[in-house]
């Protein structure tokens, strides 16, 4: 069964700094999607970055990227000049490539807060 | 472009009874699938409907049921509500049914079971 692990509960920036969250996923699978979801307290869940796990290059939006190790199945998201306004709860999330009727599956999360 | 709504946003409800939550999907979006989000944990998926019928289903109960209409705006019911039912209920929509489709999440319904 495929899981997601982040290990980081907790984290804490200074505005304009970076911070990376971490991120492991554990799969017998060779292709499949990663992503990394924002939620604010708002509630509602935000797409910040998608990484397809054939492509070896490392996808980036403007100031996320991530780091995509595929051997160590790690997935991490690094935030730069880092903004009030990111502060939320970020999940981890994976997903099968072309299966029909299967879920999105998500890390616990980490709670990002961010300080001026 | 209309994003995905969900309605109500809170709800309280005491155990045994039924509950219904309603989506919107976004517009163009012919897939929706609904998460349940306990407090402080990640979302588990409970179903997806594809074009009004159920197209995959998470490890839950059949108390938890389903409909997507023609419009493709989807119902959750819940049936003989239990305290562990208690938590953030999230629907998505995407644009078709296979897993890498990005999914587009609604602000989700707070049930609280009593």
């Known amino acids: 069964a495929q899981t997601v692990t982040q290990s980081q509960p907790e984290m804490s920036v200074q505005e304009a700094e970076t911070v990376t969250l971490s991120c492991t996923y554990d799969t017998s699978e060779s292709d499949y999607y990663l992503f990394w979801y924002k939620q604010p307290p708002s509630r509602q869940m935000i797409l910040v970055i998608r990484?397809?796990?054939?492509?070896?290059q490392n996808a980036t939006e403007n100031r996320f990227s991530v780091n995509f190790q595929k051997a160590a199945k790690s997935f991490s998201l690094k935030i730069s000049d880092s903004q009030l306004g990111d502060a939320a709860m970020y999940f981890c999330a994976y997903s099968l490539l072309n299966q029909a009727g299967t879920a999105l599956i998500f890390g616990k999360g980490t709670t990002l807060s961010v300080s001026s | 472009e209309t994003g995905v709504t969900q309605s109500p946003t809170h709800l309280i409800k005491t155990r045994g009874q039924q509950v219904t939550l309603r989506c919107s999907s976004q517009s163009g979006h012919n897939t929706v699938s609904w998460y349940q989000q306990a407090l402080g944990q990640g979302p588990q998926f409970i179903f997806q409907y594809y074009r009004e019928e159920e197209n995959g289903r998470g490890n839950f109960p059949p108390r938890f049921s389903g409909l997507q209409f023609p419009n493709y705006s989807s119902e959750l019911n819940v049936n003989a509500l239990e305290l562990d039912d208690s938590a953030l209920y999230l629907c998505?929509?995407?644009?078709?049914?296979?897993?890498?489709?990005?999914?587009?999440f609604g602000p989700g319904t707070r049930l609280l079971v009593l």
């Open positions: 990484q397809e796990a054939y492509k070896q």
């Open positions: 998505a929509s995407s644009a078709d049914r296979y897993s890498q489709e990005t999914q587009y």
